[in-house]
């Protein structure tokens, strides 16, 4: 079974409009760390937003926010007021406890795409 | 600003050839990643280092080895490049290893690599 599951490959928004980025996961964990990244067209992964398993609130960094529900296993980003910058890949990521093996575990991507 | 840096944007080598990617981080990470991305299959770990010659296998080492003489480098090397090496790699570090914010890893521009 996947651990990080992101169903939307592809999304267009029209400017101005708020976006979310749909993500589940699978842990058997009680402790575990989700993380977003952004990949624009240079390659770069960028680090928006962590979510910890005990975060009694929804994280917040600026525009971007994650709704986090953790019975249903869910972490959507919500990106606010979309901007043409926003254009990129949007990956999804949890981070389990497991010494020797540490890594972070990914899911496959939304191509998310601003229009003007 | 946590700042990784990898030797080369682009690189083309021939088959068979031995290929090393480098990369530097300049936080004082004590762990270092190499995944390498494809489409649709989303990153996936190659390599991890959590200390100075220390390394661990992740979930794709074949055909790779690394190299960690300093805190501060990681090596990726390609012993016999082939055609399906073809891909985005793409390094990262991180303070610590476990599920906090701390633990975010940060990433470099990433090396698209081309095996003919």
């Known amino acids: 079974a996947q651990k990080i599951t992101q169903t939307q490959p592809g999304m267009f928004v029209q400017e101005k409009e708020a976006v979310t980025l749909d993500c589940t996961y699978d842990?058997?964990?009680?402790?575990?760390?989700l993380f977003w990244y952004k990949q624009p067209s240079s390659g770069e992964m960028i680090f928006l937003i962590y979510q910890g398993s005990y975060d009694e609130q929804n994280a917040t960094e600026g525009r971007y926010s994650l709704n986090f529900q953790k019975a249903r296993k869910s972490a959507n980003l919500v990106i606010s007021a979309s901007q043409l910058g926003d254009s990129a890949m949007y990956f999804c990521?949890?981070?389990?406890?497991?010494?020797?093996?540490?890594?972070?575990?990914f899911g496959t991507g939304t191509r998310l795409t601003i229009i003007p | 600003d946590v700042k990784v840096t990898q030797s080369s944007r682009y690189l083309v080598k021939r088959t068979g050839e031995k290929v090393f990617l480098e990369c530097v981080q300049d936080?004082?990470?004590?762990?270092m990643f190499w995944y390498r991305q494809d489409p649709g299959l989303g990153l996936r770990l190659i390599y991890f280092?959590?200390?100075?010659?220390?390394?661990e296998k992740g979930d794709i080492p074949e055909g790779y080895s690394v190299s960690r003489e300093k805190k501060e480098r990681f090596s990726l090397i390609l012993e016999s490049a082939s055609t399906n090496q073809t891909s985005m790699y793409l390094c990262a570090s991180s303070l610590l290893g476990g599920t906090t914010r701390t633990d975010t890893q940060y990433f470099g521009p990433g090396t698209r690599l081309t095996v003919l």
């Open positions: 936080m004082d990470h004590e762990n």
């Open positions: 990521a949890m981070r389990e406890p497991n010494f020797g093996n540490e890594k972070l575990t």
């Open positions: 280092s959590y200390d100075v010659k220390m390394k």
């Open positions: 842990t058997s964990d009680q402790s575990y760390g």
